[in-house]
């Protein structure tokens, strides 16, 4: 079996790199109550990330128990308008009650 070459590796060290810089930004307690600091950082972190890869963002303003909260969308035009759309979703809020040690590795 042939080895990968010396960009494969580079791509994933890069690739390993950016990973560890997300969870680094986003780890911890993002609690919207608890530490809404901490939520709003992270809605604004996955907003740039998103635009800094060509996506165009809004935020949805949505209501839950009396406070206004922000669901972040971003949108990449397609090239065909045939094809089916993709959507992918993630959650970026955490529980009141998790800890750095419950969101970090053993």
Do not use: C, I
């Amino acid at each position: 079996m042939a080895a990968p070459d010396a960009s494969t590796h580079r791509q994933r060290t890069e690739l390993a790199l950016r990973l560890r810089r997300h969870v680094a930004a986003l780890e911890g307690v993002r609690h919207p109550v608890a530490a809404p600091e901490r939520h709003r950082a992270a809605r604004d972190y996955v907003t740039a990330e998103l635009r800094a890869a060509g996506l165009a963002v809004d935020l949805a303003p949505f209501r839950f128990r009396g406070r206004t909260y922000h669901n972040v969308v971003g949108t990449l035009r397609g090239r065909d308008a045939e094809q089916p759309y993709l959507l992918v979703g993630a959650h970026f809020d955490s529980t009141a009650s998790t800890t750095m040690r419950a969101a970090s590795p053993p």
